[in-house]
């Protein structure tokens, strides 16, 4: 049983991949031109920066396959789930004047990247963790596989 849940993972990561490779395809001038950018900052190379295609801005998160893998973490008290979730991370928030809250999240380990989100009034921030197994350690044993998703009011991927 076991067996043939990894290999309809598998699939589906692989489905996944090739949507995202031609959403990709087709929205790479249109993202260029709106100006919507992920802010992330470390000391690692930018090639190591870059956000899975499937999550391009846009698109309506609710509908992508990493929906079950998200854990809202702002506006709001974090789940029991989140902050095992957030193993490894610090979140760092401030509410600034027009309501906006910019969250930071900070990796404990340098293999991930510090993330940086503007979240607006009705606007959610998620964090993905792919296998909250992996922290159950209290430590993240596997790197780079957590990323933050910006949601607009709309449910549409902002960053």
């Known amino acids: 049983m076991a067996m043939i849940r990894n290999i309809v993972i598998v699939l589906l990561i692989i489905a996944c991949l090739a949507e995202g490779a031609y959403i990709v395809k087709i929205h790479h001038s249109s993202e260029e031109s709106s100006g919507i950018h992920t802010v992330m900052r470390s000391s690692m190379s930018p090639t190591n920066n870059k956000r899975p295609p499937f999550l391009a801005a846009g698109m309506k998160f609710q509908d992508n396959p990493l929906f079950s893998k998200a854990y809202k973490?702002?506006?709001?008290?974090?789940?029991?789930?989140?902050?095992?979730?957030?193993?490894?991370?610090?979140?760092?928030?401030?509410?600034?004047?027009?309501?906006?809250?910019?969250?930071?999240?900070?990796?404990?380990?340098?293999?991930?990247?510090?993330?940086?989100?503007?979240?607006?009034?009705?606007?959610?921030?998620?964090?993905?963790?792919?296998?909250?197994?992996?922290?159950?350690?209290?430590?993240?044993?596997?790197?780079?596989?957590?990323?933050?998703?910006?949601?607009?009011?709309?449910?549409?991927i902002v960053q």
């Open 73 to 156: 973490i702002a506006p709001g008290t974090l789940s029991a789930d989140a902050q095992k979730a957030l193993t490894g991370w610090d979140v760092k928030q401030q509410t600034l004047v027009d309501g906006t809250i910019q969250v930071n999240l900070v990796p404990h380990e340098s293999e991930d990247v510090q993330q940086e989100f503007m979240v607006k009034p009705g606007y959610s921030l998620y964090f993905i963790e792919m296998n909250l197994i992996d922290d159950t350690t209290q430590k993240d044993n596997n790197k780079q596989d957590d990323m933050g998703v910006l949601v607009d009011q709309n449910g549409l």
